[in-house]
C-alpha cells in the first residue's frame, strides 16, 4: 500500500513538471444582455481602443490585431478602419467618448452596421516570470452595443499571459505582445460563437 503511494507521489510531481507549472486557462468572461437581438447581428465598426495602461501604443497595437483578426474569423462583415475613424473625425468624436443614441442612429445609417464593438486595454506589458523569463500579459474589456438603439449586446472582459499557452519545457509560450493580443482574440470571438452572437447566415 506504501508503494503504490509513494508511486502515485511521484506521478503526480512528474506530471508537475512535464507541465512546466502551466497555469490554469480561463476563457473570456461574456455577459450577454437578456433583450439583445444577438442573431440580427451580421455587420459590425470597431471603434478605436481606448488605452488605460502605460504604454502608449497599446490601444493601437491591440485595436489594429484585434480588428484583423475578426476580419480572419469570418464571424461579421467588418467596416473598414479607414470609415470609421472618418465619422469620428467629422463628428470630433474620441475614442473614450460615450456616444449618444442619436450618433449612435447616424453611424448606422452612414456605415449600414448592426452593431459597434468598442474596446479598452486595461493591461499590456511584459514582466519576468519565475522559470518563464520575460513573459507578455494582457486585459482587454469589449462591449458590443446595438447600433440603431445603442443597448448593449454583450460586454466581454478576459486576461492573459504568455505562458498561459505553456504545455511542456516552454513549448506553447507566446512571447511577444503582438501574439498574445491574436490568441486572445481568437478566443473572445470563438466565445462569442459558441453563445450564438449574431454572425452573417
Not at 502605460?54 to 478602419?81: C, D, H, M, Q, W
Request: with cysteine; hydrophobic share 40%.
Amino acid at each position: 500500500m506504501v508503494r503504490r503511494d509513494v508511486k502515485q507521489f511521484f506521478l503526480y510531481v512528474f506530471l508537475l513538471a512535464f507541465c512546466g507549472s502551466c497555469t490554469l486557462k480561463v476563457g473570456p468572461e461574456t455577459l450577454v444582455a437578456a433583450k439583445a437581438k444577438k442573431h440580427e447581428i451580421c455587420r459590425v465598426a470597431v471603434l478605436p481602443f481606448v488605452n488605460e495602461t502605460r504604454k502608449p501604443e497599446g490601444s493601437t497595437l491591440a485595436y489594429r490585431i484585434f480588428l484583423n483578426e475578426l476580419i480572419a474569423s469570418g464571424l461579421y462583415e467588418v467596416e473598414g478602419e479607414g470609415e470609421v475613424r472618418l465619422f469620428l473625425a467629422r463628428n470630433k468624436l474620441l475614442p473614450q467618448d460615450l456616444l449618444d443614441a442619436s450618433l449612435y442612429t447616424d453611424f448606422a445609417r452612414q456605415l449600414q452596421v448592426d452593431a459597434v464593438i468598442k474596446g479598452k486595454v486595461t493591461e499590456m506589458d511584459v514582466k519576468e516570470i519565475r522559470g518563464g523569463g520575460a513573459t507578455p500579459y494582457l486585459a482587454l474589456q469589449v462591449e458590443m452595443v446595438e447600433a440603431r438603439t445603442g443597448r448593449t449586446v454583450l460586454n466581454t472582459f478576459h486576461r492573459r499571459r504568455g505562458d498561459h499557452y505553456r504545455t511542456a519545457m516552454h513549448f506553447g509560450m507566446v512571447r511577444t505582445i503582438s501574439g498574445l493580443v491574436a490568441r486572445a482574440s481568437q478566443e473572445i470571438f470563438d466565445d462569442w460563437r459558441r453563445k450564438g452572437i449574431g454572425g452573417c447566415r
